[in-house]
């Protein structure tokens, strides 16, 4: 980024009216490290959409009008958003949460939040592990699932349930097996049987944006893969209104890379990317 930096061209200014609006309307924070990243892929939103630059793209944002009949808002967040996922991701947390937090929950009725749901992987996964646990006949009749993100796109994709089978390669193949359709064969294409289908829901949910519309409280909240996008002001409000939202004697799960030692949170730290509700 030393060029964007130095250089006080109207593209330096218009890149950092982008990151601006991203924090303003997301949380989004791009640290210096990764700001070259950003400015990548602002440029394919910009070739893809025919901007002739980044100040056309920032009119655009700050405006909040359509671009040859495009949604161009949605289509800067998904591009920012980085969006990569696959099942039974970082398995020493989700065997934690098989072995330690499950047997800890209602038998009667279980709520499980992902926060930032993606393309339904988590989502998913978790409510695998809860049926092989506790039998698809429990799940179906006390689980509820809800997976939210701010890309419209990638909530689309989780509803369909469709995935690659590079999604699945550190899934137990007796889990394939069990759980998934072989759709399309040449391009290796599986989908999420009716089941496990049925017990997720996916909503679009902007983490900023408070309070969160929920009449009911969930009794683990699955918060992964998300806080590092944010400043550590952004880090802290949404894990506090995660706290509001959450049973007491209730869970969060982060990923295991992401500390919280530094913010203000009245969560109680109980291993490496779990917390409680005390």
């Given at each position: 980024?030393?060029?964007?930096?130095?250089?006080?061209?109207?593209e330096?200014?218009?890149?950092?009216?982008?990151?601006?609006?991203?924090?303003?309307?997301?949380?989004?924070?791009?640290?210096?490290?990764?700001?070259e990243?950003l400015?990548?892929?602002?440029k394919r939103?910009?070739?893809?959409?025919?901007?002739?630059?980044?100040t056309e793209?920032a009119d655009?944002l700050?405006?909040?009008?359509?671009?040859?009949?495009?949604?161009?808002?949605?289509?800067?967040i998904?591009a920012?958003?980085?969006?990569?996922t696959?099942?039974?991701?970082?398995?020493q947390?989700?065997?934690?949460f098989q072995t330690?937090?499950?047997?800890?929950?209602?038998?009667?009725?279980?709520?499980?939040w992902?926060?930032?749901?993606?393309?339904?992987d988590e989502?998913y996964?978790?409510?695998?592990?809860?049926?092989?646990?506790?039998?698809?006949?429990?799940?179906?009749q006390n689980?509820?699932?809800?997976?939210?993100?701010?890309?419209?796109?990638?909530?689309?994709?989780?509803?369909?349930g469709?995935?690659?089978k590079?999604?699945?390669?550190?899934?137990?193949?007796?889990?394939?097996k069990?759980?998934?359709e072989?759709?399309?064969?040449?391009?290796?294409?599986?989908?999420?049987?009716?089941?496990?289908?049925?017990?997720c829901?996916?909503?679009?949910?902007?983490l900023k944006?408070?309070?969160?519309?929920f009449?009911?409280?969930?009794d683990?909240?699955f918060?992964r893969?998300?806080?590092?996008?944010f400043?550590n002001?952004?880090?802290?409000?949404?894990?506090?209104?995660?706290?509001d939202?959450t049973?007491?004697?209730?869970?969060?799960?982060?990923?295991?890379?992401?500390?919280?030692?530094?913010?203000?949170t009245?969560?109680?730290?109980?291993?490496?990317?779990?917390?409680?509700?005390?």
């Open positions: 980024m030393t060029l964007y930096m130095d250089n006080l061209s109207q330096s200014v218009s890149f950092n009216r982008i990151r601006i609006w991203l924090n303003d309307q997301c949380g989004m924070h791009y640290p210096e490290s990764k700001q990243l400015l990548q892929r602002l939103v910009c070739e893809t959409c025919h901007f002739k630059n980044l793209l655009c700050d405006k909040n009008y359509l671009h040859n009949d495009l949604d161009i808002r949605s289509i800067v998904t920012a958003s980085i969006n990569h696959y099942f039974y991701r970082e398995p947390v989700l065997d934690y330690t937090i499950l047997p800890t929950l209602n038998a009667n009725s279980v709520r499980i992902s926060a930032a749901a993606s393309t339904g989502a996964t978790i409510a695998m592990i809860i049926a092989e646990a506790k039998g698809i006949a429990w799940a179906k689980l509820a699932i809800l997976g939210t993100d701010i890309d419209r796109k990638v909530i689309a994709s989780a509803e369909i469709v995935y690659s590079s999604a699945l390669e550190h899934t137990n193949s007796e889990i394939i069990r759980y998934f072989l759709v399309d064969e040449p391009n290796q294409l599986y989908r999420i049987n009716k089941n496990i289908h049925d017990l829901i996916f909503r679009y949910l902007n944006t408070k309070p969160y519309p009449t009911q409280l969930f683990v909240v918060c893969n998300v806080l590092y996008y400043d002001v952004h880090q802290e409000r949404v894990i506090e209104s995660i706290y939202v049973k007491v004697g209730g869970w969060m799960i982060t990923s295991v890379t992401v500390s919280l030692r530094h913010l203000n009245r969560w109680v730290n109980v291993m490496s990317g779990v917390y409680r509700k005390i």
